[in-house]
C-alpha cells in the first residue's frame, strides 16, 4: 500500500503554480507557494502509477487549513508534465 509524503519543495511550487489554487487562496504572482504551502494548507503526495495513458506521478493533495468543510484538491501530472 502507498503511503503518504510531506510534499517536497519542487511540489509544493508545481501544485502553487496551478491557477486554480493561486485563486482559491488569492495569491499574486509574486507570493511563493512554497511559503505559505505549509501555513495555510495541508499537502501531501503519493507516488501514482496507473495503466492509464498520459498519467504519471505524483499524485498531491491540498486541503486548506482553515476550512475543514471544504473539498481537497487533487492533482496528477500529466505525461507532458503539467
Known amino acids: 500500500m502507498d503511503k503518504p509524503y510531506e510534499l517536497t519543495r519542487q511540489n ?18 509574486k507570493d511563493d507557494p512554497v511559503a505559505w504551502l505549509p501555513q495555510y494548507a495541508y499537502g501531501v503526495s503519493f507516488d501514482y502509477q496507473t495503466d492509464v495513458p498520459g498519467c504519471v506521478g505524483p499524485l ?10 471544504t473539498r481537497p484538491m487533487a492533482f496528477i501530472r500529466d505525461d507532458k508534465g503539467t
Do not use: Y
Open 12 to 29: 509544493g511550487a508545481a501544485v502553487g503554480a496551478v491557477r486554480a489554487v493561486r485563486e482559491a487562496w488569492g495569491l499574486e504572482d
Open 60 to 69: 498531491c493533495l491540498l486541503q486548506g487549513a482553515g476550512a475543514p468543510e
